[in-house]
């Protein structure tokens, strides 16, 4: 089954959220990938819920906060 462009989003930020945080693979998100998540977050709005879409601006709030490009 092929997932719904909330479902991508999500992914897409837990993700580079794990990367972010796996430094000892020194494996960190790049600008592209960042950028590419924030594209999956606005794709994912217009067929959002009220609920999915609370959850797509904590998405966003992660990737500002948490996500620091090394």
């Not at 990367?19 to 794709?43: L, V, W």
């Not at 009220?50 to 490009?69: A, N, R, S, T, V």
């Amino acid at each position: 089954m092929e997932k719904n462009l909330f479902e991508q989003a999500r992914d897409m930020v837990a993700n580079l959220t794990n990367m972010n945080q796996n430094e000892q693979g020194g494996n960190f998100p790049n600008a592209s990938d960042k950028e590419a998540a924030r594209k999956a977050i606005k794709a994912a709005y217009q067929d959002a819920t009220p609920e999915q879409k609370q959850q797509l601006e904590q998405f966003e709030q992660q990737l500002d906060e948490k996500i620091d490009l090394h």
